[in-house]
């Protein structure tokens, strides 16, 4: 069930109407109910697997939280890890590790294995994993209620991507009593509505240039491999950070906080600012559970700069089993050495120009942040490492084109966009860019809600326009990280 779908419109209208009509002894029922059917509109059978993760943490934490024994606790701990990434293993990377083995030896003797993806297996099961290490670390209290346990993990909201949500924010919420509130309503519409016109305004139609372009990538060369390049940025940024708003809104219409998993990584200065701002429920987690026990910089700058390629190493890996993935966290943990360790000589040299901290230089280290971070994205969309390198080597053809208004017009019409589509496009970036330009790391919402009355009302009627008259309705495609 999409939530870009009159289907999840109409389940949601009913869900709320009736969470508000129970008695608060019966909500979590209702929630997990509704949370179930919202995911087994995909497939039925992938219901158990996502049971069984959830039981073998719920009885793994309750077992760490009544042994007294360090070592004892350890062993249920490292027995609960072993069965939840076995089974993301198998489900999501088996086929990959087997195609490598093909790749590498004439005699390998499994020509293929084919599993399907469960959806959202590498979101539920990072929020499960991390609950139980909380548990062992005595951060929080194993949740002896089996039903808000399941919740916690199946909460329909943020299921399938995310944000990950933390033990101590979430699983507190479910005991708390939600009066409806029609100004918080209103206001988790409003997100919603945001969201809304991130996806499928934006993310869907530029959707169709990219794909256009990545998917015969050997066709294209020059200006359009820029411009798809540029736009997929757009679109995984809006496509992502769309579902996030939708998912706090739904979740804020209900009563339920979630956290704000992106703060205008477009704006970044720097690759390590950006990452402090794009997907932070990820970044954090890997923080505290990779980043951080593996030593983070309290061992000498050697390994903390190990510390970090191994971090965004895994980070590419949990992004997709294909080698394009692993390349493309390695690359940003290049970035994040390279940037900390020339930082101190970039320092002096804009301080002896006394550009630092001017907005000319601010500006120039958004363009450099945003251009790497566009270059990264190639691989991480490209089909194929071959076409990766295709892509990268053909970025700068027929440069001396550009400027013609001939080949600019045959790009422009050549992406499987025509001139009013592209217009409707490159506008609605516009509107998200200044919107969000506006606001600095607070998010749009936020900083618009802060506004007088004509702010609210004039920006609420341009999005609305845009959704109503540019949304992309007839093929509601589905959220790019559904597939992780």
């Known amino acids: 069930m999409l939530f870009n779908s009159f289907e999840f419109i109409v389940f949601f209208i009913i869900v709320t109407l009736f969470y508000f009509l129970l008695p608060h ?59 939840n990434f076995s089974l993301l293993f198998v489900f999501k990377y088996l086929g990959f590790m087997n195609s490598t083995m093909l790749a590498l030896f004439d005699n390998w003797p499994v020509e293929a294995v ?53 033990s101590k924010n979430l699983l507190p919420q479910f005991y708390e009593k939600h009066r409806f509130d029609f100004e918080r309503a209103v206001s988790g519409v409003r997100i919603m509505l945001w969201g809304f016109f991130k996806k499928i305004v934006i993310a869907d139609r530029v959707a169709i240039a990219v794909n256009t372009v990545f998917n015969s990538a050997g066709s294209y060369s020059g200006l359009y491999l820029v411009l798809a390049s540029v736009m997929f940025c757009f ?6 950070s769309g579902y996030s708003d939708i998912a706090r809104g739904c979740a804020r219409v209900l009563g339920f906080r979630l956290m704000d998993n992106f703060q205008n990584p477009y704006l970044a200065k720097s690759i390590k600012e950006y990452w402090r701002r ?86 120039i280290s958004m363009v450099i942040t945003f251009a790497l971070v566009a270059f990264g994205f190639i691989l991480f969309r490209a089909n194929t490492i071959s076409d990766a390198v295709y892509i990268i080597k053909n970025l700068t053809a027929d440069m001396d084109l550009w400027l013609t208004r001939q080949y600019f017009y045959e790009v422009i ?27 600095g790391e607070r998010s749009v ?10 702010v609210r009302l004039i920006f609420y009627i341009v999005t609305a326009v845009f959704i109503l008259a540019a949304g992309v309705y007839y093929e509601a495609g589905a959220f790019i990280y559904f597939q992780f």
């Open 235 to 240: 679109q995984i940024y809006c496509d992502f």
């Open 445 to 454: 919402y936020d900083v618009v809600e802060s506004k007088n009355m004509a």
């Open 25 to 83: 002894r019966a909500r979590w029922v209702l929630l997990l109910a509704a949370s179930c059917i919202f995911y087994m509109a995909w497939n039925p059978w992938l219901i158990i697997l996502i049971a069984f993760t959830i039981a073998v943490n719920y009885f793994a934490s309750i077992a760490i939280s009544v042994s007294r024994g360090k070592r004892r606790k350890k062993r249920y701990l490292i027995a609960a890890m072993v069965i």
């Open 278 to 363: 794009w997907h932070i429920s990820l970044s954090t987690w890997f923080m505290d559970y990779i980043y951080i026990p593996l030593g983070g910089n309290r061992e000498g700058t050697a390994k903390k700069y190990r510390n970090l390629m191994i971090t965004f190493l895994v980070s590419g890996l949990w992004h997709g089993a294909n080698w394009t993935f692993v390349i493309w966290g390695a690359l940003h943990g290049f970035y994040q050495v390279l940037g900390q360790m020339t930082y101190g000589f970039r320092k002096k040299i804009k301080k002896a120009l006394h550009v630092d901290g001017t907005p000319v230089m601010n500006l």
């Open 114 to 166: 084919n599993i399907i993806l469960p959806m959202g297996i590498s979101f539920y099961t990072f929020q499960a994993a991390a609950y139980t290490i909380d548990v062992y670390r005595g951060d929080i209290k194993a949740e002896r209620h089996f039903g808000i346990f399941m919740l916690f993990i199946m909460f329909f909201p943020q299921l399938v991507a995310g944000p990950i949500e933390r």
């Open 413 to 439: 019409t050549g992406m499987g966009l025509n001139l009013f589509e592209m217009a409707v496009c490159l506008s609605a970036i516009l509107f998200l860019f200044i919107s969000e330009a506006l606001c």
